[in-house]
């Protein structure tokens, strides 16, 4: 199963953006998620990206953001525009085989100051 690395993550005031990048060790044949969880609360769907590049997004994030793909550079991103702080998690990318396993990588760290 390709493995797959979150990055792009920090620290950002309320209303500005972030862009990060989930990076595959190959190439990607399948949609891709992104994920979220924030301290003390359950990991949620955030976005999803077919292979076909049809999109999903949570509503609350819609409008907002925007996932897309390069399978060029084995690479998915999800820009992240008019941040709130409520967006503070730590942020996952998986596929849907990944995510019925359990199968999680480190996620990275988005905080959204106010």
């Known amino acids: 199963q390709v493995q797959l690395v979150e990055s792009g993550g920090g620290l950002v005031q309320a209303g500005g953006s972030m862009r990060l990048s989930c990076v595959a060790s190959?190439?990607?044949?399948?949609?891709i998620n992104w994920y979220r969880q924030a301290p003390g609360k359950e990991r949620e769907f955030v976005a999803s990206i077919s292979r076909t590049g049809d999109t999903n997004y949570k509503e609350s994030v819609k409008g907002r953001w925007t996932i897309s793909r390069d399978d060029a550079k084995n690479t998915v991103y999800l820009q992240m525009d008019s941040l709130k702080p409520e967006d503070t998690a730590a942020y996952y990318c998986?596929?849907?085989?990944?995510?019925?396993?359990?199968?999680w990588g480190q996620g990275i760290q988005v905080t959204v100051s106010s």
């Open positions: 998986n596929t849907a085989i990944g995510v019925l396993k359990a199968s």
């Open positions: 190959g190439t990607i044949s399948q949609g």
